[in-house]
Structure formats: C-alpha cells, structure tokens
C-alpha cells in the first residue's frame, strides 16, 4: 500500500505593502475658491507682519543696546548727577531682577505643580475642581496694575508689617516679599496650564500598570508621573520666569519707584528682602524720554539686556522640547 503524504495547506499570501498617498490625492490651493485663496494670503500676510514686527524690535534693541551698553554699567549702581555719564549704571535693577525672578518663580512652580497634579489626577470634589480652573484662567486675565493694587491692601495690613518697612505703626507694604509675591500670580497660570498638559499627555494604561503592582497615586505621581512631565513643567517654570522679569506695574507699586535698594534695619538678608528696590522693568521706565531720569541712552542699555534675559529663557524653552522629542513622546 502506497503511505499517503498530507501536504501542508497553502501559505495565506503575504501582506500588501502600504502605499504611500498619492500627491494628487492632496488637494492643492490651485483648485481652492477665491474666497479661500484671500483668506489664505491674508493668514500669510499677517504671519510675514508679525515676524517683521519682531524682528524689527529685536534688531532695533541690538543696534541701540550695544551702541550705549557698557561693561562698567553692569557692575556700578545708579547715582546722582547731572548728565548720563555721571549718573553710573544698573547694578541695582539688575540684581534685583534676578531677586525678584528667584523668588517668584520659588513660590509659582510648587504651587502651580500641586495645583495641576490636583486637577488632573484627582478633581474631586467635581464643584470646586471647576471653581479652581475658573479661578486660574480668571488670574490670567486680570491686568497686573489690579494685582499690584490688591497687594497694595494685603501687605500695608499690620499683621503683615514684618515683611516691609514699619514707621510709627505705618505699614509701607513695599519689598521684595511683597511684590515677588503678586508677581508669582502672574507666573501661576502658566505653570498649572504647562504641567496639566505634561500630565494629560500620559496615557491611561501608565497609571493602571503602576498600580497593577502594588503604587500608590502618591507614589505613582511622585516617581512616574512627575519624572514623565518634567519638560513641560520647566516648559512652564521659564515663561512664568519671562512673565515676571518683564512685569512693570506691580514692580512700580509693590517694589518702589528707587533706582537703588534701599534696605531697612535687619540681618541680612532680609534688610534688603524688606526693603524697596529695583528692576529692569523700572529701570528702563523711568530712564526712557518720558520718564524722571530723562537718560534715554542707559534705557536702551537696560533694554537690551532685559531682551537679552527674555530671548535666552525663550532658547531654553525650545531646547526643552527638542530633548522632549529626541526621548520619545507617549504612545497609547
């Protein structure tokens, strides 16, 4: 008897190859109504105004700023005198600049953080989860002079008396306390919107495989979550930096219209701390043509390095996403 062979079934035929989409299957602008064709040469238009304008105001500030800016004004205090040459430079606002950014951004980011994990992860009770992002956008929109003003009422009150100058029972409200606090205000919104967005980002299944083996949501956000979102939140930390450093209405009310520190009696440093001051903002404000100073020439100088300031922290942000990237981003 012959042994019967079973031959094996027939392979399924391999897959087709994905085809790329056609060229023409993209509808082109040639085939667009003419209402269409205007509305698009008038999105082009305005994008081309918008970078002129830009750059326009950066080249101008350039040519000005490093005609007038010299090395010396970086390191010298403003001074009395009567013509620019002798009125020295802006050391002064210049640190205080930097003071007020440290301590704003010191007082925004935790806060902001702790509010966007709150919203995202928890939200309950539902009710003030919504008055909590209403409240946020709210602050976003309010003019800083209405901030500087309620800061005004808050730290002139007498139980806050230690964190300013105090004369015969008069509360100033005037430092540094005072105004790098309304100034974290401005930075609050960014750094909530940034790290809610970090947080959103992360799929579900994330969250469900760390619990799977036994984390916490405390220990899930603080070792997975966090780590995760960690270029949006220094996203968010360096433009509510860029928002504060260029702030000038609140730095006129809440830190003093001086051109130098004037610290009150204390240990150092909180003499400075609660006294008033300067920054950038002010600097060139009252040095512009219009201002007090009348030193037109030393505005542009502190212009250009307050440009300066902004055009790096707007490098690190882009710098922060092209690492976000080169890493990975989530998949579902």
């Known amino acids: 008897m012959e042994s019967s062979v079973a031959t094996p079934p027939p392979s399924p035929p391999p897959p087709p190859a994905p085809q790329k989409p056609s060229k023409d299957a993209v509808e082109g602008s040639a085939t667009w109504q003419l209402s269409d064709r205007i509305g698009l040469a008038i999105c082009w238009a305005l994008g081309l105004l918008f970078c002129a304008i830009a750059v326009a105001i950066v080249v101008y500030l350039l040519i000005q700023g490093l005609t007038y800016l010299k090395p010396s004004m970086l390191v010298t205090p403003a001074t009395s005198g009567f013509s620019q040459s002798q009125t020295g430079g802006f050391s002064d606002a210049l640190i205080g600049t930097l003071i007020v950014g440290t301590m704003g951004i010191a007082i925004a980011l935790p806060v902001g953080v702790g509010i966007a994990i709150w919203l995202v992860e928890y939200g309950r009770p539902t009710a003030l989860a919504r008055i909590t992002e209403s409240t946020i956008e709210a602050i976003a929109g309010i003019p800083s002079i209405v901030l500087a003003l309620f800061g005004t009422v808050i730290f002139s009150s007498t139980a806050l008396g230690f964190l300013s100058r105090t004369s015969e029972g ?163």
């Open 170 to 332: 008069v509360v100033f409200g005037r430092s540094f306390f005072a105004a790098a606090t309304m100034l974290s205000l401005v930075a609050l919104p960014l750094v909530v919107a940034s790290t809610r967005e970090g947080l959103n980002a992360i799929p579900q299944h994330v969250r469900e495989a760390s619990y799977a083996v036994g984390k916490t949501k405390i220990a899930t956000t603080r070792r997975i979550l966090l780590p995760a979102a960690r270029p949006q939140v220094a996203t968010g930390a360096m433009l509510g930096l860029g928002r504060i450093i260029g702030d000038t209405a609140i730095i006129v009310v809440l830190l003093g219209a001086t051109q130098n520190f004037a610290p009150v009696g204390g240990a150092f440093p909180l003499n400075y701390l609660r006294g008033a001051g300067t920054t950038l903002t002010n600097f060139v404000y009252e040095a512009s043509p219009t201002g007090n100073l009348n030193q037109p020439q030393k505005a542009y100088a502190a212009a250009f390095v307050l440009l300066l300031m902004v055009l790096a922290l707007n490098a690190a942000v882009d710098v922060v996403h092209r690492r976000a990237r080169k890493v990975g981003t989530w998949s579902s």
